[in-house]
């Protein structure tokens, strides 16, 4: 079974920093990869995804993923933290033979300090 | 565009009470999805819906949960009796169709806000 690890539960960074956020997926055959955000109290948005087109995807909000077959991982980063990022935000991985079913990490915690 | 609506938001039950939860997909979304979120936890699966059948079932705990889209739009997922464990955020979430011969997939899926349950 598919299986995806987010390392750092919590990431702590200062506004203006870089943000880098870790997923790693388990799967031989490339899935389709998707980073989701959700804001307390909220559902999940999706802020970006990889279905086999260019390997560095761009999403909303600053955010871009880059698809490393030889690393299995889908790192999400931003340039430049902003105060608005703080969120949780979850790796989410779909084998292309599982009928769009998503399996999801275990989240991240971005805080933003000021 | 109208979103994924989800009712009640929040809901508190004592255990062994039985609690039921409704979705509305985004219109003209064929495909719907119930998940369990705890605390601290992603979102794991527990039914997929295509129209109105089920395309995975896998993880429910069928003992005590169910989960029904009679008319293919609407879904409702009742636990009955509920354990203290049930305690989670449940979201429901809708894609266009899927193309099950093949296993194409890769499609978005639009997250409901959930429902907030405790189990007493």
């Known amino acids: 079974a598919q299986s995806v690890t987010q390392l750092g539960s919590h990431v702590s960074v200062s506004e203006g920093a870089l943000v880098l956020l870790r997923c790693n997926y388990s799967?031989?055959?490339?899935?389709?990869l998707f980073w989701y955000v959700q804001y307390p109290n909220q559902g999940l948005q999706l802020l970006l995804k990889y279905t086999s087109a260019a390997t560095l995807v761009k999403g909303i909000n600053g955010f871009e993923a880059e698809f490393k077959k030889s690393e299995t991982s889908f790192h999400l980063t931003k340039p430049s933290a902003h105060m608005s990022d703080a969120a949780e935000y979850f790796c989410?991985?779909?084998?292309?033979?599982?009928?769009?079913?998503?399996?999801f990490g275990g989240g991240t915690r971005l805080m933003v300090k000021p | 565009e109208a979103g994924v609506a989800q009712s009640p938001r929040y809901k508190i039950i004592e255990k062994r009470q039985s609690v039921a939860f409704w979705c509305n997909p985004i219109?003209?979304?064929?495909?719907l999805y119930w998940y369990q979120q705890i605390l601290g936890q992603g979102p794991k699966l527990l039914i997929q819906?295509?129209?109105?059948?089920?395309?995975?079932d896998s993880q429910l705990p069928k003992d005590r949960f169910s989960a029904e889209r009679l008319k293919g739009v609407d879904s409702t997922l009742k636990i009955q009796p509920a354990k203290l464990e049930d305690s989670a955020v449940y979201l429901c979430?809708?894609?266009?169709?899927?193309?099950?011969?093949?296993?194409?997939?890769?499609?978005?899926?639009?997250f409901g806000p959930g429902t907030r349950l405790t189990v007493l």
């Open positions: 799967s031989s055959v490339p899935p389709y």
């Open positions: 819906f295509q129209n109105n059948g089920v395309v995975d």
């Open positions: 989410a991985v779909s084998d292309r033979d599982a009928g769009n079913m998503l399996t």
């Open positions: 979430a809708s894609s266009f169709r899927i193309e099950l011969a093949g296993g194409l997939g890769g499609n978005e899926q639009f």
């Open positions: 219109s003209g979304h064929a495909t």
